[in-house]
């Protein structure tokens, strides 16, 4: 086994070693899985493997004494191990030169992302800049040995920081306190809060005044709101009922959720690749961002690919409302110029590439949309737009569009098809980008055709009732009904009613509504239809220029003439 791996072009990017009893055993690379032998794992390999590293502990994890790697244990219902992962740990230094701004002032960090993307190696490079390059007393509770290795003597990885282990899982958020009242350090380091009790140690050490630089499991900050164990980390969240004034101001509902208390945390990073991070810089208005349904505005920092001690880009992502002057006066002004940002106009969320599926998102965040995308291994091209005339469908949560009638409307009008999440979990979202994916890819045509013959129907109505005034009310005096339309486009054909100075009145019933011209001038405040007074106000606020409709409404400046 040793030499097939040895003898692998991928040597240095090996990410572990399965040994699992009866199969044959596996050497993982980012390239896919490479088998060692044709032989299959006996019980005697276990053994022999298992002879040659440390103890395992309660949490079945094992080390080799002064290294960084990890050995995890599979066991049966006797408790008999049966099974091996041998993880290969690195010290990757300057893994943390993205961050080393927020590193050097003082902020406190909380490193989010799935497993196997580098955290760990991230926290083990912070701890060592703080140690060695800004001379700070650093004391790193490590839980399973995975940040300092295993044995008493800490890996020269973390450089001249100090290290607490922690005997056992339960007891970590003591160990925590422990090391703030024995030690008196600057910087305590921690890898994987996952309970409410670490996550309450944590916020006790924050309320002291000491810098903190942790890690959690998840994917984005939207997680941790949404994590009951963890949500001390961000502030909690809470349950308030406002009031009536409250509540039409802010055009919501009477109840919300709002951050309880300040985050424990000053800074949020979300790990996205070993090459890739999301800087929230402030925690705080990320979390508010988030519970209020907004997009919450984030730094992009890569690697450059040639060079790992130089960073490519540094921009800013945010919501469209929000991006202006004083976000790039802001970029500009930060890290005197250490990173350059790139500038985010108003074309920011446009949709660019023709040939991609342009979505209009209501209610979910698009973090949540890329990783649903990720997670659901969608080739198609996708691109998200803040305009909704650009868009080829909407994704909306539920319990967001049913209070948004005029978002509806707009939609309706520019024969947008609507999808509906229930929640914003993951689980949702993957399903619901599966379905728009599959109907796109088959139906994508016969949504077009639609669309264009909605735009056909709207010329065609507002012709009809043109030519009608001009030709039949206006010249003789005479009313005219005209044919049966959809509710939208009666709103259409009354505003050019209007226009010319008359009146209408709607007849019938469904399905087969329509309306009459009168001949009469109508006044300023004089329509007695049964709905006169509603539809006004509706075309007022769907027609208006600046209408809350994320896009504007359908409008002829000019009917085309027909021929005689």
Do not use: W
Not at 89 to 99: F, T
Not at 254 to 278: A, M, N, Q, W
Request: aromatic residues 4%; contains cysteine; glycine residues 6%.
């Amino acid at each position: 086994m040793r030499r097939r791996v040895s003898e692998h072009p991928e040597l240095r990017d090996l990410i572990e070693v399965v040994m699992d009893m009866g199969r044959n055993p596996l050497a993982r690379f980012p390239s896919g899985d490479y088998i060692l032998s044709d032989h299959p794992i006996t019980m005697d390999d276990i053994q022999y493997a298992t002879s040659q590293v440390g103890d395992f502990a309660i949490d079945n994890r094992a080390g080799i004494s002064r290294t960084l790697h990890r050995i995890s244990a599979v066991r049966n219902r006797k408790g008999a191990i049966i099974g091996l992962t041998c993880r290969v740990g690195r010290a990757v230094s300057g893994s943390a030169n993205l961050l080393r701004d927020l590193v050097e002032a003082g902020a406190s960090l909380l490193l989010i992302g799935p497993p196997g993307v580098g955290k760990t190696t991230i926290i083990r490079d912070i701890a060592r800049m703080l140690a060695d390059d800004y001379q700070k007393r650093v004391m790193i509770v490590d839980t399973s040995n995975e940040i300092g290795g295993d044995g008493d003597i800490p890996h020269a990885g973390v450089g001249n920081a100090r290290r607490m282990q922690v005997p056992h899982n339960d007891m970590q958020h003591k160990v925590l306190i422990e090391a703030v009242e024995n030690h008196m350090p600057q910087v305590i380091v921690i890898d994987e809060i996952g309970t409410k009790l670490e996550a309450m140690a944590a916020r006790t050490i924050a309320q002291r005044g000491i810098q903190l630089v942790a890690t959690a499991h998840g994917v984005t900050i939207e997680n941790l709101v949404m994590n009951p164990a963890l949500e001390m980390l961000i502030g909690e969240v809470q349950s308030v009922t406002l009031g009536d004034e409250e509540a039409s101001r802010r055009g919501v509902q009477k109840t919300v959720l709002e951050r309880k208390g300040p985050s424990t945390f000053s800074c949020g990073v979300e790990i996205i690749s070993k090459t890739e991070l999301r800087v929230h810089r402030n925690l705080d208005a990320t979390v508010d961002a988030i519970l209020s349904g907004h997009y919450a505005k984030f730094e992009v920092r890569k690697i450059n690919q040639g060079s790992e001690d130089e960073v490519e880009q540094a921009s800013f992502i945010s919501d469209l409302s929000e991006i202006g002057e004083s976000v790039v006066e802001d970029g500009l002004q930060m890290n005197d110029g250490a990173f350059d940002y790139t500038e985010f106009g108003s074309e920011a969320n446009c949709c660019k590439d023709e040939d991609a599926l342009c979505i209009f998102l209501y209610g979910i965040s698009e973090a949540s949309m890329i990783q649903g995308i990720k997670q659901s291994n969608i080739d198609d091209s996708i691109e998200f737009t803040d305009n909704i005339s650009e868009a080829d469908v909407m994704l909306a949560l539920q319990s967001k569009l049913k209070k948004n009638s005029r978002l509806q409307a707009a939609a309706r009008s520019h024969g947008i098809p609507i999808y509906i999440a229930k929640t914003s979990s993951l689980a949702q979202l993957t399903k619901a980008i599966q379905a728009l994916i599959t109907d796109y890819a088959d139906d994508y045509d016969s949504f077009e055709t639609e669309a264009k013959a909605n735009e056909t129907e709207k010329i065609d109505a507002l012709e009809e009732a043109r030519i009608a005034i001009e030709q039949i009310v206006i010249p003789k005096g005479e009313p005219v009904e005209l044919l049966p339309r959809s509710s939208n486009i009666l709103l259409l054909q009354k505003d050019l009613i209007r226009k010319y100075k008359l009146k209408s009145e709607r007849v019938g019933c469904e399905p087969d509504v329509r309306l009459r011209i009168l001949p009469f001038p109508s006044t300023v405040n004089e329509d007695k239809d049964a709905s006169g007074a509603d539809d006004t106000g509706k075309i007022d606020e769907l027609y208006r220029p600046n209408a809350e409709t994320n896009g504007s409404a359908f409008t002829v400046d000019r009917l085309p003439l027909l021929p005689d």
